[in-house]
């Protein structure tokens, strides 16, 4: 055993560079137990909540569903299906509102519920080691399970790349502030998410994980404790407080030392990551059979009667959620997607909770405080201090803003994990996040154009070809007729017939002979003239 | 002596070296122009004839002898710095004779309306419309460049061009929508 992984096996924790320590607030939400939600009397269901396409919608307008029933089915391209999360009716199908900061729409599935909440049945399974490895990936497949830590990667897919593991990470880090949806799931539901992590582990054929919780969370870590000693290949780490600790590549920084090279994935380093959520999801699915119907979603914020976290259904709309959490809205108030770091001002509040949603924050404007006007940059360097990347932060600000984007990726803006840290130290109020989400999506557009020039150059190449082709062979259509009509008059004339030619031949003879003529008249009429 | 000798010993060189590159002209021959493909590479591949040539590889021709790098509407100002940075010349702004710069647009006919001529077909220089004589034609939307070629020759009038929409997944964020940051709220509300 090498020194470093005897280091990890010692639960040495590692640091990493950056980073910052806003007020954690999540005292507000995290002091009742998880709640469930009064059914809706609608859901929208947005068929692409994951990162992937959409699979193929299954339902019709008019169709009565069950909750746990696919509305789309497993698409190609890693498509993820999504559920109907009660039983009622499908009322439409079309462009609505989705969880996006656009505030675009997308194919939404509405449903109507009947109240009853029956679902379909769900197929529990016993003993998950006697199936095979794949039957267990399509398993969480076809329960829609995407990455329930915010960015929505498909389960199933980043368990299937085969590569040798040394350790699953199990993320309770929850290191934004405001948001205590992990913390509680953590404390209520630690027997199911040790389960998911053990099912994992039997996925992935990886020998142990690592529990990472944040030292905010002393009763999360307690009920672990309780609970590690019958799990041996299970270890608690206890990270400290520290904003982006629960960043993927920070995490695993601070607890293996290892750093995920620039663009590449944690498997590169031999370590996968889950979140706590996902895997209480897998033991949901395996164990139970059941889809992913619902999530621990925190509603904070000072403009809340009952801030706390809530069972919702995914497809809830935003404006229910909040209605039954005692809303009480100020002129110009923003909702907010997420956490106040990385999360997105809601547009509108139709928008349904989806598999991504894990807080929705309703902030006074005393707490938060509206975005200021953007200050010339003096160049501090304070963005540079704090970026748990590495990057400059001040640098890629100009570079975007000059619109240099070979600039930019020579600077590594996509290994930016938009984190919001530089932003949140920024004492000119400079929103550098998005100036960094702008320059990225214009480098993805770029690309984009470039691959659809590289398909039109193709196009217009293989049309050009085929014109001269088809001309080509128009010429040589003409040549061979034109060669099997003389044949046609040789073999004519050699049996005897008229030869057309020299009926031709005869014709010019009696144009040049009667032009002869003329001329002649012509010449006596001028001799004639001359002679008077 | 030494004169005649410095003349001799160039003379031989001379002859040499004419040799190797004779040999390395031949030998190492390309059969295209790469500058061509270099400034082709730049442009947008609409093949929209704007700029006054049958395509754009006619122009990227063109543009390696010597015409004018402004003639492109389609790729815009950052297609004439691509390729005043490959050319070494100064960039310009785009000639407004060929056209102004606009939105990506992608060409839809109107199907009731169509009645079925080829017409269009035969315009397309991307082959991105379907359809047979006497039958609907329809345009394949993500194959279209949005060269226009197709709309003047239609004899009813059926194609629009309408700008390409919006979806979440090509939407540029809006510097407008932004920032969420916590102040420390504990200090604030005291």
Not at chain 1, 202 to 219: D, R, T, V
Not at chain 2, 11 to 39: C, H, K
Request: hydrophobic share 40%; aromatic share 4%.
């Amino acid at each position: 055993m090498s020194a470093a992984t005897k280091a990890i096996e010692a639960g040495h924790i590692w640091t990493f560079p950056g980073g910052i320590h806003p007020p954690e607030r999540k005292e507000i939400s995290n002091q009742t137990p998880i709640a469930p939600l009064p059914l809706a009397q609608q859901y929208t269901i947005p068929v692409k909540q994951h990162s992937g396409a959409p699979g193929e919608v299954l339902v019709q307008v008019g169709d009565k569903v069950k909750a746990g029933q696919a509305l789309t089915q497993v698409g190609a391209n890693n498509g993820l299906p999504v559920h109907a999360p009660t039983s009622g009716t499908v009322t439409a199908i079309g462009p609505g509102m989705i969880a996006h900061p656009s505030g675009l729409t997308d194919t939404v599935i509405t449903i109507e519920a009947d109240g009853n909440d029956e679902h379909v049945a769900f197929e529990p399974l016993a003993n998950y080691t006697e199936i095979s490895r794949a039957e267990l990936l399509e398993r969480i497949k076809t329960a829609g399970i995407a990455g329930l830590g915010g960015a929505g990667f498909p389960t199933a897919q980043k368990l299937a790349l085969q590569r040798p593991l040394d350790y699953l990470i199990i993320n309770g880090v929850e290191c934004e502030p405001y948001i205590s949806a992990d913390d509680r799931l953590m404390r209520e539901h630690a027997q199911t998410i040790i389960d998911g992590t053990e099912i994992l582990l039997h996925i992935a054929g990886c020998e142990k994980a690592l529990i990472a919780i944040e030292a905010n969370k002393p009763e999360a870590i307690a009920a672990f404790e309780a609970l590690l000693d019958k799990h041996p290949q299970l270890s608690l780490r206890v990270v400290p407080v520290k904003y982006p600790s629960g960043g993927e590549k920070q995490l695993i920084q601070l607890l293996t030392g290892r750093q995920v090279p620039s663009r590449g994935l944690p498997i590169d380093v031999g370590l996968v990551m889950q979140n706590v959520g996902t895997a209480y999801a897998v033991a949901q699915a395996t164990l139970q059979g059941k889809p992913l119907l619902e999530r621990v979603v925190t509603v904070t914020g000072e403009n809340v009667a009952k801030p706390g976290n809530y069972w919702v259904r995914i497809g809830t709309p935003v404006a229910y959620l909040l209605e039954q959490c005692g809303f009480k809205p100020e002129p110009e108030q923003r909702v907010i997607m997420g956490g106040p770091m990385m999360g997105f001002t809601l547009a509108d509040l139709s928008v349904p909770v989806v598999k991504i949603t894990n807080c929705i924050l309703v902030p006074s404007s005393q707490e938060l405080a509206p975005a200021q006007d953007e200050m010339a940059c003096i160049r501090c360097g304070a963005c540079a201090d704090v970026c748990p990347a590495q990057l400059l932060p001040q640098q890629l600000q100009w570079l975007a803003k000059a619109k240099d984007y070979d600039g930019l990726e020579q600077q590594n803006l996509f290994d930016c994990i938009e984190c919001g840290a530089c932003a949140y130290v920024c004492p000119s109020e400079i929103p550098l996040v998005h100036y960094y989400r702008k320059a990225k999506a214009e480098v993805r557009n770029i690309a984009r154009e470039k691959a659809k020039a590289e398909v039109a150059r193709e196009r217009f190449e293989a049309r050009q070809e085929r014109l001269e082709r088809e001309k080509q062979e128009r010429l040589e259509r003409h040549r061979k007729a034109a060669e099997a009509r003389k044949k046609a008059q040789a073999e004519a004339v050699a049996q005897g017939g008229d030869n057309p030619q020299d009926a031709v031949q005869a014709a010019i003879a009696r144009a040049k002979a009667r032009k002869a003529a003329q001329a002649a008249a012509a010449e006596q009429q001028n001799k004639d003239g001359d002679d008077a | 002596m030494t004169v005649v000798t410095a003349l001799i010993v160039l003379g031989v060189l001379a002859l040499i070296f004419g040799l190797i590159l004779g040999f390395a002209a031949v030998r190492f021959r390309v059969e295209s122009d790469p500058i061509v493909d270099q400034i082709d590479a730049i442009l947008p591949q609409t093949q929209c004839g704007q700029c006054g040539y049958p395509g754009c590889r006619p122009y990227a021709e063109a543009i390696a002898n010597g015409d004018e790098i402004n003639k492109c509407p389609p790729g815009g100002q950052s297609t004439i710095n691509a390729l005043a940075d490959l050319m070494g010349v100064e960039a310009k702004p785009l000639d407004s004779a060929h056209g102004e710069e606009d939105v990506k647009k992608v060409a839809v006919i109107r199907e009731d309306e169509c009645i079925g001529c080829t017409k269009c077909i035969q315009a397309c220089p991307v082959d991105a419309i379907l359809g047979a004589a006497k039958q609907m034609h329809t345009v394949i939307a993500h194959e279209c460049t949005g060269c226009d070629l197709c709309v003047e020759p239609c004899p009813v009038d059926c194609i629009d061009m309408v700008p390409v929409p919006v979806r979440p997944d090509n939407w540029q964020w809006d510097l407008k929508q932004i920032p969420v940051r916590v102040v420390d709220a504990v200090e604030s509300s005291n």
